[in-house]
């Protein structure tokens, strides 16, 4: 009783938080200029130990020098993924609602030597056709803002 | 270096809201029970370290002043740290490095988070103003446009490369895991979910990312956890039960896993666990612990931790759930508390609690979740939501 009558007192107020960026992406720049005006994706090799960073970085963070951009073709390598029935994204973040189930997987792109983690689409495939080993290719999105949502994958047939 | 040991603890249930308090009262309420527990005044505190992660949770930055003001240690140090989920072992990590250097005698290790006061407007849910606040935790650029929620991005980092690579933990091996953990909260009063499920009711429910359903995630609470520790001529003078703080180890790891080859393992718990086994002198890990707490934040994590914990080899986490050994009743208890899928979670309190949880163990004064100590040790371990930051702590009382 004593717990309910607390609880009755308590009040509560809304409260909104909203911080606004115009994010400069720095010596990554490149990257989404091409997303975004060209679509082509880049990555960037390092001079000195050769290794492909694929998100690019803009240094080599082995060596700590400078890194050169190198185009990509696009295709790639499900190394993992998983089949998401729920989504916790922020919806501003997201121009593109997702639809449930919906495909996060860890792709190698051809080139590139890093892990990349994007959504692999598909209407046709079933629970667990697209796994490990699944060939995809990009497909990118209009309009494009400049984010890594401007694109995303589906299983490559070849064509 | 000075010997440090835990010498009062402080906790509170964890609840889905804990409406009635702010966290400026939740701090002082388990800053209270840890001084009573250690019968000293806040006057005896040299200087207090805070564990929080996520300023929004507590519609606020910088926090750490206001609680500090609120406990009554104005002029004292006051020092902040965040490392998501493990944020309670990096604290303790860094207490135990200044009470053994010499610099505090007596400190104050303090977590308090209330994630559930977020709201969504959208949906009138307090989960889903929860999820929505707390995701810029992740990368900015590249993951925070498709995040899928932590349990689906842990579950596609970790446990389907791992399924994939070693053949465990089974889905059926993780849903036995997620059983006992429920069934171990039940008798804990500090529990916030006291359910009995089979495996097949784990197995049954929804999936968030699959393999991993919903009763294999951890739960999302509001809750704070205090640890008072102290060198070893005050902690002697201060109580009869002193708990030593014997091993620590934490490693930072990369949050995308750009690296290839790092898929389905947390190494960064592998080297945490290597680092706190040599400073406290383990080498048969399973034959030296009475008792271990962990971050099961989603139950696949539990066997793929007792592989890098060296419990046993790479794939055999899952058989030491199929042979009860980490069952309360088993050799080495793992989550008699509950863990995070049932006891309750959230970042940078619950792994305050898990310390707290087996630091009472070993003085064997752990109301309802008491499991037998023989050899005195305990440890726990800690990863935040992706296993990039992980950590290791062992405790030990005196022989
Ligand atoms: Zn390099």
């Known amino acids: ?159 | 270096m000075r010997r440090v040991a835990a010498v009062g603890v402080g906790q509170m249930p964890f609840r889905s809201h804990w409406a009635e308090k702010s966290y400026l009262a939740m701090g002082m309420e388990v800053t209270k029970k840890a001084l009573d527990d250690a019968h000293l005044t806040r006057d005896e505190i040299d200087a207090v370290i805070y564990s929080i992660y996520c300023e929004m949770m507590e519609r606020q930055y910088r926090p750490a002043q206001f609680i500090h003001d609120y406990i009554g240690m104005s002029g004292k140090p006051g020092i902040r740290h965040d490392a998501a989920a493990a944020g309670g072992h990096y604290t303790i990590n860094e207490a135990v490095v200044m009470i053994a250097s010499g610099m505090f005698d007596v400190m104050l290790v303090l977590g308090v988070q209330k994630g559930q006061d977020f709201y969504s407007f959208e949906t009138k849910s307090r989960g889903d103003g929860f999820l929505k606040g707390m995701y810029i935790s992740s990368e900015g650029t590249w993951v925070q446009p498709v995040f899928p929620s932590l349990a689906a991005l842990l579950t596609l980092m970790t446990w389907v490369p791992h399924l994939e690579k070693y053949g465990d933990p089974t889905p059926l091996q993780v849903a036995k895991g997620s059983a006992k953990n429920h069934r171990n909260a039940i008798p804990n009063p500090y529990a916030q979910l006291k359910i009995d499920v089979s495996p097949e009711d784990v197995m049954n429910s929804r999936i968030i990312g699959w393999p991993t359903t919903m009763y294999e995630c951890c739960l999302m609470s509001d809750c704070a956890a205090a640890v008072i520790l102290a060198s070893e001529e005050r902690a002697k003078q201060i109580t009869d039960k002193p708990i030593w703080v014997s091993g620590c180890g934490v490693s930072n790891y990369p949050s995308n896993r750009l690296a290839i080859d790092d898929l389905g393992r947390m190494k960064g718990v592998n080297m945490a666990a290597k680092a706190a086994y040599k400073m406290a002198g383990i080498t048969k890990p399973m034959e030296q612990l009475d008792v271990i707490e962990m971050n099961d934040i989603i139950s696949a994590s539990e066997p793929m931790c007792y592989e890098e914990l060296e419990l046993c080899k790479l794939g055999e986490g899952g058989s030491l759930l199929d042979a009860g050994i980490t069952e309360k009743t088993g050799s080495l208890p793992v989550n008699p508390s509950g863990g995070r899928v049932a006891c309750g979670h959230v970042a940078s309190v619950s792994d305050l609690m898990s310390s707290c949880s087996v630091i009472l163990q070993l003085r064997e004064e752990a109301p309802g979740i008491q499991v037998p100590i023989k050899k005195g040790r305990g440890l726990v371990e800690g990863i935040d939501g992706i296993a990039a930051l992980s950590a290791v702590t062992v405790f030990e009382r005196d022989r």
């Not at chain 1, 009558?5 to 809304?14: G, L, S, T, V, W």
């Not at chain 1, 190394?79 to 189930?101: I, V």
């Not at chain 1, 860890?106 to 080139?111: A, M, P, Q, V």
């Open chain 1, 1 to 159: 009783m004593q717990q309910k009558k607390k609880e009755a007192e308590i009040f509560e107020a809304p409260y909104r938080y909203i911080a606004d960026y115009l994010y400069s992406y720095g010596e990554i720049s490149k990257f989404f200029r091409e997303v975004k005006d060209n679509k082509q994706l880049y990555a960037t090799k390092c001079p000195q130990c050769g290794v492909v960073w694929c998100p690019p970085r803009g240094f080599c963070s082995h060596c700590y020098v400078p890194t050169d951009w190198v185009p990509l073709t696009g295709k790639g390598t499900v190394l993992a993924c998983t089949y998401c029935y729920f989504e916790a994204t922020g919806e501003e973040q997201l121009p593109h609602h997702f639809d449930l189930p919906f495909i996060m997987a860890i792709i190698k792109l051809d080139g590139a030597d890093t892990g990349f983690l994007h959504t692999v689409r598909s209407k046709e495939a079933k629970m667990g056709e697209i796994k490990a080993g699944t060939r995809v290719k990009i497909v990118w999105r209009e309009p494009r803002l400049g984010k890594v949502v401007d694109f995303y994958f589906v299983p490559d047939d070849g064509k």
